[in-house]
């Protein structure tokens, strides 16, 4: 632009690279949802919290990073490296439901741990929400600057599960077996807990504490199990999603390395509609493109997480109840 | 109204309409002749409500409702319902259990809009506007539950109330302008003026959340009367009180009333709307089935049977 | 104006705080002119210690001691920024280096030889910062701050990476190269040195404390007025606030606004010292180490949160085998205050009426009883 040229020694501020995007469309297209199915699954213990105890929990991308953690160590024991081992398809498949388990485990400890320590004693109090919000935050801190001393600044070194390799090629583009899992991996969890949460007795305890936790207590729902039930789920998810993540980027298991992936899932979740699991699958499959189009457009990796945080506003600011409203509670915007 | 009973402390002999001394206003209330206390609680008054004359002219109607219906969702929880406040009465709303009568003042006071209907004050539409808006119109309420400020000691509390009809924004606080001092002033002039009228000044300085109940619910009544309402909304004010304090609270509401106040009073217990209202209406099922004097409606069969032919207390 | 013994506080609950409450206690007894008075030798210790450099609490030889000094200062007035947005108004602000941040690029950018902005005396870059940083707190606010509170925590948390990042990506800013010589106010030494010179501790830290009283007084004015009020109003219970008149949306826009502007003039204030501008210092975990100070401190008072500003930083310094774990030690702090005392060091009730004592006085004959409890210790107001 004109002034910024005349303003600041003629680098502009921002360029805008369409012929980049026109070019890698349907390549930025199939990685972005590869990328959404992760941010869906840690979004959604993002959304199953919120809805039952109306908490941003903070800590959540480090629930998730404890699970890279757990993929990568789990990976390492199992013989998986810089390069890919080359083993049979069934092995592989075994090793990495192994590695799945050991997420899973992972973050699921640390999501509950997480609620019995910081959490139940101000619930007991009954603190104000804002004090659980500075919890939370302190928590996230926490567990990452433990992670900091234990495994250093550095990311860990690559672990990577097997190359990826393409399947078919739609609009000239390869779609590839890491992308299809993915996808195919989110969509059938998010309806294993959509079905947990609609058709189980537990899940309707859930249901029941998010809409009104003190009838709910009064119907004989016990609330203490549901809440713990709610961070297990959500850290089970943000599990399975370590090791997508570890699949996708596998030098990517980082003290870190969760701060930013928990941002845009939470994006995710509020864009879906917050408190509502299928709007965090939605929502995360949008984040997904929208930061891999921005990416692209404007040509380096960390516009990405501007481009999230900025369809984050802009939401809140035209639907803030999402794009499919908020349900596993009431509404309360 | 009780006297409020402050530390008994040698006190210098009484000054002022309300100025004080050493040892404070509630120990010079203490030491006052009968005739002394009757011309202070004057003196009071006229802190508390210095339009008054302004606003006595009883008779037409302050605030109207009209057919004012209100969903959610399925749920239809006020059915058309009509009726009007007239200027310087006591209202009673009553109606069993989940009849609609907070609903009903929650469409007062802007918390929900109407489906369809409107709802007038002074004739003119709330349209859609902001509760604080509506507050500063003139409508102003107390909570069932208590809502104070817990963190603020009760002259504080009554103050943010007084706060609705100042001018001071961030600039004028900052430099200290004159009509930042001259509304300072004034406010904790006539939030202590309504301390003492409402009968809790010697805890002025405690903290809302350390009152005991009864102050907590006269504290509520204060506050919304700092705010300059024409229409004064009760939700239940009267509700855990033993019967002393109620006797006591009918008082105050009716030396509200007299002070030129307009009042629509929310209450389950039926001696004391019958005693205290001029008027009443009557909510079943979001809709109104009666509407009169106390004794009109005692007798209305359509009201006996929903609501006094229940039992003799009505709803707890 | 009775001197008075001030009101016998309620029992104290834990016997080893009496000594601090009667202090407390004590200090509120004072009249205003009284406690200004106190106030100006407290103010002329506070002016002399990086000359005097105390024997056990200097930093020296691992930090300059003077560093430390303006360090805290500086730390010190985000800390009372911050303030205004958490402790008074409640709202959550996770991402206060954004506008730390902002602050120091519009210092830079107004000064630094790097830059082809018009140049301006680094002075007139303090009110530029403000405003500016107040500018992006609206843009940022107006949104969000109608919304529930707890969605503006993690919006501000996206704010201040997002600020990081662009520190990066906008070639202007230099990235981690950054601005070099960035302005300093006038003046030189006998020898001709530059008074301000940058790295320079003493002199930064004087001109950083006069910008704190200032401030600090213009914090307490709002405080003891409608709009302090309005704000503990918000805080306390949002929607009976508004019932009761209070526009609750602007003055939450207020507080965050001024909060936004305090921290881009501590922004502006740390590129002066530091001379030089980059995109490193700005994290999230700074941030969060603001905060600490604000929880540590106290939340809701502007005394405590100095406190608070000045062991966050000074334990680092002192203590430098510390250093590597200070975010995990501020973490775990926030985590156990929170649990076990929310009200922070120093919590206190603050006075939020300009003519509150003669009232009280009036009224009962004697001061308020400000008890310890603050901000944060209340159970949920009102929602259900």
């Given at each position: 632009m004109h002034y910024t040229t005349f303003l600041l020694d003629?680098?502009?501020?921002i360029n805008f690279n369409v012929g980049a995007l026109k070019a890698e469309f349907w390549a930025n297209t199939f990685d972005g949802l590869a990328y959404g199915g992760i941010y869906a699954l840690v979004a959604m213990g993002y959304t199953l919290v919120y809805g039952v105890l109306r908490l941003i929990n903070f800590a959540h991308s480090e629930v998730f990073i404890s699970g890279a953690y757990a993929v990568f160590f789990a990976l390492s024991f199992l013989g998986?490296?810089?390069?890919?081992?080359?083993?049979s398809v069934p092995a592989l498949v075994g090793d990495l439901l192994l590695a799945c388990v050991a997420a899973m485990l992972a973050s699921g400890v640390v999501a509950v741990l997480l609620e019995r320590v910081a959490y139940r004693p101000l619930r007991k109090k009954n603190a104000p929400p804002l004090v659980f919000l500075i919890t939370a935050i302190g928590a996230s801190f926490t567990i990452q600057y433990l992670f900091f001393l234990w495994r250093g600044s550095t990311a860990e070194h690559a672990v990577i599960m097997f190359r990826p390799q393409a399947i078919f090629t739609v609009f000239g583009t390869d779609v590839d077996d890491q992308q299809i899992t993915i996808v195919v991996a989110a969509v059938v969890l998010m309806i294993v807990a959509d079905l947990f949460i609609n058709r189980t007795r537990l899940g309707r305890g859930v249901r029941a504490v998010a809409q009104d936790p003190d009838t709910a207590a009064l119907m004989g729902v016990n609330k203490e199990r549901v809440i713990m039930l709610t961070f297990l789920v959500g850290g089970l998810m943000a599990g399975a999603a370590a090791l997508f993540y570890v699949m996708r980027v596998p030098d990517g298991v980082q003290y870190n390395g969760g701060f930013v992936l928990g941002i845009k899932a939470f994006a995710a979740a509020v864009l879906g509609g917050i408190g509502n699991l299928r709007g965090a699958l939605l929502g995360g499959l949008l984040i997904g493109l929208v930061a891999e189009y921005g990416q692209t457009l404007l040509g380096a990796n960390e516009w990405s997480d501007v481009v999230a945080f900025l369809v984050l506003v802009i939401v809140l600011m035209f639907r803030p109840t999402g794009i499919l409203g908020e349900s596993l509670g009431k509404a309360r915007a | 109204m009780t006297e409020p009973h402050g530390p008994a402390s040698p006190a210098d002999p009484p000054v002022g309409p309300i100025g004080g001394a050493e040892g404070g206003i509630v120990a010079e209330l203490a030491q006052m002749t009968e005739q002394e206390r009757a011309e202070r609680a004057a003196d009071v008054a006229e802190v508390v409500a210095p339009d008054r004359e302004i606003a006595v002219a009883v008779g037409d109607t302050l605030l109207e409702l009209r057919d004012v219906t209100l969903r959610f969702g399925g749920l239809?929880?006020?059915?058309s319902v009509s009726f009007g406040i007239r200027r310087g009465e006591i209202l009673g709303l009553i109606g069993p259990n989940g009849a609609g009568k907070t609903t009903c003042f929650n469409v007062m006071t802007g918390v929900y809009r109407p489906t369809s209907g409107r709802v007038l004050l002074e004739d003119r539409p709330l349209g859609r506007r902001k509760r604080h808006q509506i507050t500063r119109l003139g409508i102003a309420r107390t909570f069932q539950n208590i809502r104070l400020f817990g963190e603020m000691t009760a002259l504080e509390n009554v103050v943010v109330g007084a706060d609705a009809r100042h001018q001071t924004s961030v600039p004028g606080a900052i430099v200290r302008s004159p009509r930042h001092q001259r509304e300072e002033r004034e406010a904790v002039e006539r939030a202590s003026a309504l301390l003492e009228f409402v009968g809790i000044a010697d805890r002025a300085a405690d903290k809302a959340r350390n009152l005991p109940y009864g102050y907590q619910r006269r504290l509520e009544i204060a506050r919304a009367l700092a705010t300059e309402p024409k229409l004064l909304c009760l939700d239940e004010p009267a509700a855990g009180f033993n019967p002393a304090e109620k006797e006591d609270l009918m008082g105050l509401i009716r030396k509200i009333r007299d002070d030129g106040y307009t009042v629509l009073l929310i209450e389950h217990d039926m001696r004391l709307v019958m005693n205290v209202t001029d008027r009443i209406v009557v909510l079943e099922f979001g809709k109104k089935i009666a509407e009169g004097s106390p004794l009109e409606v005692r007798a209305d069969p359509a009201v006996i049977a929903a609501y006094l032919g229940v039992s003799d207390d009505g709803a707890a | 104006m009775t001197t008075g013994i001030p009101a016998t506080p309620t029992a104290p609950d834990r016997p080893n705080e009496s000594a601090l409450r009667r202090l407390r206690s004590s200090w509120n007894g004072l009249s205003r002119p009284q406690q200004w008075l106190w106030m100006i030798p407290v103010a002329a210790i506070i002016f002399v210690l990086p000359v005097l450099k105390i024997p056990l609490i200097n930093t020296e030889p691992g930090y300059p001691f003077a560093d430390t000094m303006f360090d805290c200062a500086r730390f010190g007035l985000a800390a009372v920024g911050l303030n205004v947005v958490v402790g008074q108004a409640g709202l959550l602000d996770l991402g206060y280096v954004g506008f730390f941040a902002i602050g120091s690029y519009v210092a830079a950018l107004f000064t630094s030889k790097d830059s082809l902005l018009h140049h301006i005396p680094y002075l007139w870059t303090l009110p530029a910062a403000m405003v500016i940083t107040a500018f992006f707190g609206l843009v940022l606010g107006t949104p969000t701050l109608r919304l529930r509170g707890d969605y503006l925590a993690i919006v501000t948390l996206g704010f201040g990476e997002m600020v990081r990042l662009l520190g990066s990506l906008l070639p202007p800013l230099k990235g981690q190269v950054g601005l070099q010589e960035v302005g300093h106010p006038p003046g030189t030494n006998a020898n001709g040195s530059a008074i301000f010179a940058a790295g320079n501790g003493t002199p930064w830290y004087w001109l950083t404390v006069v910008v704190i009283i200032l401030v600090l007084f213009i914090v307490g004015n709002l405080e003891r007025s409608r709009v302090g009020r309005a704000w503990v109003a918000i805080r306390e219970d949002e929607d009976v606030a508004q019932m009761m008149g209070v526009a609750t949306f602007k003055f939450k826009l207020w507080a965050f606004a001024m909060g936004a502007a305090i921290g881009g003039l501590s922004g502006a204030l740390f590129a002066g010292q530091v001379g030089f501008v980059n995109n490193q210092g700005f994290d999230v975990p700074t941030s969060i180490l603001f905060l600490a100070a604000v929880i540590l401190g106290g939340s809701g008072n502007k005394v405590g949160v100095l406190l608070g500003a000045f062991v966050v930083v000074y334990v680092q310094h002192r203590f430098q085998s510390l250093a590597a774990y200070r975010y995990l030690i501020f973490g775990v702090v926030l985590i156990v205050l929170m649990i076990f005392r929310p009200q922070g060091l120093l919590g206190a009730r603050q006075r939020l009426l300009a003519y509150g004592r003669q009232a009280y006085r009036r009224l009962i004959g004697r001061n308020e009883q400000l008890s310890s409890d603050s901000a944060l210790t209340g159970s949920k107001g009102g929602q259900p």
């Open positions: 003629g680098s502009s501020w998986f490296g810089t390069s890919p081992p080359g083993l | 239809v929880a006020l059915d | -």
